[in-house]
C-alpha cells in the first residue's frame, strides 16, 4: 500500500469518515490537467466508470452525469469538480444519485518541482459514528486504484513532454528487412519521433497499401498508441476514447485532432523501408 489511511477525528465535520495520504511523482501542472480532464474517466479507469455525459467544463472544472460500475452493477451520479488553484484544492461533489451530498477535498502540497502531497478528505452524510472507518477505508481503497492508473498516465504524458523534438532530417530512413520476417505491430524511431508499422490485414505483404504507419504517441494528450490494436483500420487512444484512421490520421470519434506527418513505406524486393516523403 502506498498510502496511508487516517481515521476521522472526534473534533472534524460530523459526516469526515477519514483521509487519504499520497505521494506523487508529478508536477502542479499535470496534476490540475489530470483533475480537470473529465474525459478520461471511462478509459483510464473503466473499471471503476463506464460513461460519462459532460453537461458543462471550463478551467472552473466540470459538471457530469458519470455511470459507476461496483460488482457487476451501475449507477449513475451526477458529480461536480471545482478547482480553486489559489487554495490549491478541488472539491468533488456528488450532486445526485447514490451518496447524494458526499464531498471529496483533495488539497496539493508541493515538495518539488515533480512532486506533491495530496491529502483526500472523504466527507459522506449520515454514516454512524462506527462504521466510518469502514466507509473511509472503502474510499480510500477506491482512490488508491484511481491515482495508480492516474499516475501512470501523467508520468507517461510528462515523459512525452520532456522529449524535445528536433525537425524532420527528410533524408533520414530506416530499413527494416524483409515484410513477411516483421514481427508487427512495430515501434520505430524516425528523426526522433516513435511510429508504428502495422498492415490493414493480415495477408498482402507484398502490397504496398496494405501497410500503415502512424504516429505512436496520441494527438491529443500524447497517449500511448503503440500497444492497441489496429481494428478495422482504427486505433483507439486509451486515455479518452479517441478513434483515429490510421490511412487518414482523421480522428473518426468527433474529435478535431488528427496524425501529423508519417513517413511513408517503401517496399523493393519485398524489403520494407520507411522514409520521409520529399517536399515538394
Ligand atoms: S491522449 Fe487523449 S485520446 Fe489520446
Ligand atoms: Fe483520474
Redesign the pocket.
Known sequence: MKYEFVSASEDSRLDHVGSYRRRLPVSLDRMYENALDW??LP?QHSSSFSAIDCLDYGGWGWRATVTSVQGGGASTSLLELMLDRDARCWITRNLEGPNVGAEIWTHVFVVSERVLDIVVDFFVPDVPKTARDKVGMAYANAYENLYDEDVAMMTE?QRQLDQRLDGINRGEKIELGIADGLELPLQVTLSGRRFVLNRLSDEGAGLPENWVVYPAQ??????P?GEVPLVEGTVR??????VFDVTTGACVSG?HCQFGEVPQVLLSDAEVTLCWKALS
Open positions: 474525459q478520461h478509459f504524458r496520441c494527438p491529443h494528450q500524447l497517449g498508441l487512444c486509451p486515455w479518452h476514447g479517441y474529435s
